[in-house]
């Protein structure tokens, strides 16, 4: 079965700077998904990042990219700039890439965000 | 379109009691979800829908536990003689077919069981 770790249950960062979140996960599969999903006070879980797991290039959307290390298992992700709209508890999530009773999501514990102004 | 919505966003219930809540997906997302949260844990997957038929149930939900969504469209989580160990949030996802998409998710139901 597959398996999702966050070893940083919490992280700050100064507004303005740069912090990277880690996360590691467990599949014997080479056709996957992984995903960093914010979840703000609110608790609605907001998509950050998307990153297929057959292509070699590095995901980014704006301020957020990732380091996708598949050999190692690796999937960090990076928020330049931080503002203080990104604190928030962000989770880390494989899918398979095989339809059928594989298909759900499979969540980390999550890394708490806090930024200092 | 507003995206996934759930009904109640909180519920207090004494224990024993049943509830039942309830998710709205996005119209065109044939696939529904339902997960447990609990206080800074990650969401744990309860329950999958492909459209109207029921295709994966976890472990963790128990005979108590009980989910449809009848004609593919809003879907419903019922809790039996609940106890205080459900005590817990709620949370809905819908997404379109295909594994490359993420979900949607809802804002939740908060359960306390009293």
């Known amino acids: 079965a597959q398996t999702v770790t966050q070893s940083q249950p919490e992280m700050s960062v100064q507004e303005a700077e740069t912090v990277t979140l880690s996360c590691t996960y467990d599949?014997?599969?080479?056709?996957?998904?992984l995903f960093w999903y914010k979840q703000p006070p609110s608790r609605q879980m907001i998509l950050v990042i998307r990153?297929?797991?057959?292509?070699?290039q590095n995901a980014t959307e704006n301020r957020f990219s990732v380091n996708f290390q598949k050999a190692a298992k690796s999937f960090s992700l990076k928020i330049s700039d931080s503002q203080l709209g990104d604190a928030a508890m962000y989770f880390c999530?494989?899918?398979?890439?095989?339809?059928?009773?594989?298909?759900?999501?499979?969540f980390g514990t999550g890394t708490l965000l806090a930024v200092q102004p | 379109d507003t995206g996934v919505s759930q009904n109640p966003r909180h519920k207090i219930t004494k224990r024993g009691q049943n509830v039942t809540f309830r998710c709205d997906p996005i119209?065109?997302?044939?696939?529904l979800y339902w997960y447990r949260q609990t206080l800074g844990q990650g969401p744990e997957f309860l329950t999958y829908f492909q459209n109207e038929a029921q295709l994966e149930k976890s472990r963790l939900l128990s005979d108590r536990f009980s989910a449809e969504r009848p004609k593919g469209s809003f879907s419903t989580l019922e809790i039996q003689r609940t106890e205080q160990g459900d005590s817990a949030m709620y949370l809905c996802?819908?997404?379109?077919?295909?594994?490359?998409?993420?979900?949607?998710f809802g804002s939740g139901t908060r359960l306390t069981v009293v």
């Open positions: 999530a494989y899918r398979s890439s095989y339809g059928g009773a594989t298909n759900k999501l499979i």
């Open positions: 996802a819908s997404s379109p077919g295909g594994e490359h998409y993420g979900y949607t």
């Open positions: 990153q297929e797991a057959y292509k070699q």
């Open positions: 599949t014997s599969e080479s056709d996957y998904y």
């Open positions: 119209s065109e997302h044939n696939r």
